[in-house]
């Protein structure tokens, strides 16, 4: 079973920034494809950026394309995401999924972060 654990969030002012992390347990990390995603009150769960397995291949949305960055410490079994120059509409709660390389997908229990003066 793989359990997973953001950290990181908090509140911020426009254009600040934040690191998230996300730990992963078990063996299975170093193989497994890596995103974060993005939940506002009222709205769908969004991806916000991807990463494979050995960190080589990245994909973010047009909405923080430039601004977020996603990697990856095998070695530590962490994922991070990057974020600067905040906006209010970054403000929900961020999630990371694991995507196993056979299948199964796992999810974390979600980290806040909140953008406002």
């Known amino acids: 079973q793989v359990q997973l654990a953001e950290s990181g969030g908090g509140s911020v002012q426009p254009g600040g920034s934040l690191r998230l992390s996300c730990v992963a347990s078990?063996?299975?990390?170093?193989?497994?494809?890596m995103s974060w995603h993005r939940q506002a009150p009222g709205k769908e769960r969004e991806i916000v950026a991807g990463?494979?397995?050995?960190?080589?291949?990245?994909n973010y949305s047009d909405s923080v394309k430039g601004r977020f960055t996603i990697s990856r410490d095998n070695s530590k079994n962490t994922l991070y995401l990057q974020m600067n120059s905040l906006k209010p509409e970054d403000t929900a709660v961020y999630y990371c999924?694991?995507?196993?390389?056979?299948?199964?997908?796992?999810w974390g229990q979600g980290t806040q972060v909140t953008v406002s003066s």
């Open positions: 990463i494979n397995w050995s960190g080589g291949v990245t």
């Open positions: 078990g063996r299975i990390f170093s193989s497994s494809g």
């Open positions: 999924k694991l995507t196993a390389s056979y299948g199964p997908r796992y």
